[in-house]
């Protein structure tokens, strides 16, 4: 089946759209293409361009326009893969691209699983003071190797300890006035949301 061309008419700048061009094509079609993708596709004005190439243009501008998105939520925040590929696949992007995008950017080191899951268990651990079973619960919508997250969590609760958690929170919900902590059925419940076991709790209130 042959190839079917348009020619390029005219190149004119993107207003309210920095280093963004419209090509305009003879056909009527227009396009949208930032600096670099007429750059590296050395596209002139009076080109021929089939529907191939079309379709390349196509996609690798649909492509920057995901990076871009994907730049602009790590400039808050370390996330993981799984979450970005939530957010952007919500956003209407096809699975497949996402894919490409999120792959390309994890080789450059600008989405790290690993990194993003030792600073969000460090702070879950040493900031907001839960146990195992809550912080494993936080992490199931990010889809974590499981080994890893296992390693990564060892590593912090041997360093912040449970029953050292546990006092402070005990120490932290009730001051100085300590009741017969054992006996306090609401405290109990409150440890247990928290996400530690009941041999962690029954070990650091015998502490008390």
Do not use: C
């Not at 390029?8 to 759209?17: D, M, R």
């Not at 609401?186 to 008390?208: C, M, T």
């Amino acid at each position: 089946m042959q190839s079917l061309t348009s020619k390029l008419v005219s190149i004119i700048p993107q207003k309210g759209k920095r280093n963004y061009y419209k090509l305009i094509f003879n056909s009527g079609d227009i396009f949208s293409v930032s600096k670099d993708v007429l750059v590296s596709n050395n596209i002139q004005t009076g080109q021929d361009l089939s529907s191939e190439n079309l379709l390349k243009i196509q996609r690798e501008v649909l492509l920057i326009e995901i990076k871009n998105k994907v730049l602009n939520l790590l400039k808050y925040r370390d996330r993981s893969k799984k979450e970005l590929e939530t957010q952007l696949y919500h956003k209407g992007y096809k699975k497949s691209d996402i894919k490409h995008v999120i792959n390309e950017l994890e080789i450059k080191g600008l989405i790290n699983d690993e990194k993003f899951a030792r600073q969000l268990a460090l702070h879950l651990i040493n900031v907001k003071m839960l146990g195992r079973i809550a912080v494993v619960n936080k992490f199931r919508k990010h889809a974590i190797d499981f080994n890893l997250l296992n390693q990564i969590l060892d590593e912090l609760y041997s360093k912040f300890k449970p029953n050292m958690l546990i006092k402070k929170l005990v120490e932290k919900k009730f001051k100085s006035n300590l009741p017969d902590i054992r006996r306090n059925k609401k405290l109990l419940n409150f440890l247990k949301n928290k996400g530690f076991g009941w041999a962690e709790i029954s070990d650091a209130l015998n502490d008390f």
